[in-house]
């Protein structure tokens, strides 16, 4: 059969037909929503398998990343269709590995962000004229929200840190990129996601970002149990580099307030190599490279 996630560049319309059409295939895929983007874009959680154990995968955080979103929308297909048939992914048979666990993925956290970073500032209405004054018309590297947050900067972990490190690099106002808002949590996507994870007891969370092929999985003093094994693993199955927090990416971003909210592990994967954003040519080596890493996320 075909594949309905094709290896293309995904707008707004074509992401939106490709969950109806994998909902309409799939009779076991679940699809509902965590909340709505600043523009009211649906942030579409889909779910499989079967009980109250949870995992979950986030991906389109950073809008120029976009390249995450189709790689985790074509993973939630691929296990959605060896469900359906009893097959193996990766080794595992997939039914099995969901008797009795839940795997939730969110494919586009950012999804205003990532129709500008896709087709401009026309598709962020009232916000363009900002858009379009921040971004001064290159909006390929726009990574921030509609109203120019970065998600990532966002969230409450040492958001008053990260603020005063914004200010020292003179980010103060709203920008393509690194901007954390006026308060921790300010934003719609921020507030839907950790709505989400304070409502169920997930396990563990991986984030998708591109790029550098690099595994972030501590913050601050907190280790949660398993968390150092778990990237070592993950580090070896994909040949991705375990690294450190540094500069501006030590504190708000989504791994490190889950970590320090539920000291349970958090992960954000760096995809690829290259320069953001990556070229949608690089999509199936890199899908080859994390396939496994993210079937083996849903048992440990
Ligand atoms: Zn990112």
């Given at each position: ?9 995904m ?9 109806k059409k994998l ?5 076991h ?7 709505k983007?600043?523009l ?8 499989l ?5 949870y ?19 074509r ?14 992914l ?9 008797s009795?666990r839940r ?14 970073a ?8 009232e ?9 001064k ?13 970065d998600?990532n ?13 914004e ?22 996507e ?11 007891p997930?396990?563990?969370a ?19 149990p398993k ?6 693993i993950f ?10 927090n ?16 539920f ?13 953001n954003?990556?070229?949608i040519?690089?999509?199936e080596?890199?899908?080859l ?12």
């Open positions: 059969m075909q594949r309905i996630v094709k290896n293309k560049k707008n707004w319309d074509t992401y939106t037909s490709y969950i909902s309409t295939r799939y009779p895929a679940e699809v509902s929503t965590c909340g983007s600043h009211k874009r649906e942030l579409f959680s889909l779910s398998g079967k009980g109250t154990n995992v979950l995968y986030v991906g389109g955080v950073h809008a120029q990343e976009w390249i995450t979103s189709v790689l985790l929308l993973f939630y297909e691929d296990l959605c269709d060896r469900y359906a048939c009893g097959g193996e990766a080794g595992l048979n997939v039914r099995e590995i969901l009795d795997l939730i993925i969110i494919p586009e956290l950012n999804p205003d962000g990532i129709e500008i896709l087709t401009g500032a026309q598709a962020v209405g916000y363009k004229a900002i858009c379009e004054k921040v971004s018309g290159d909006y390929s590297c726009w990574n921030a929200n509609a109203r120019g947050v998600i900067h966002n969230f409450d972990a040492g958001w008053e840190v990260l603020h005063q490190m200010r020292r690099e003179g980010i103060t106002a709203p920008s393509a990129r690194r901007y954390g808002g006026t308060h921790a949590e300010s934003e719609d921020t507030k839907a996601l950790t709505r989400l994870c304070r409502e169920l997930i396990r563990h991986i984030a998708l970002h591109s790029q550098g092929e690099e595994i972030y999985w501590e913050y601050g003093k907190s280790m949660p968390a150092f094994l778990m990237a070592k580090a070896a199955i994909t040949e991705y580099t375990l690294v450190k540094e500069g501006l990416a030590s504190h708000g971003g989504f791994k490190d307030w889950f970590i320090s909210e000291s349970r592990p958090a992960f954000t994967v760096e995809v690829g190599k290259g320069q954003p990556l070229p040519s690089q999509l080596e890199i899908y490279k994390i396939e496994e890493m993210l079937c083996i996320g849903i048992i440990m």
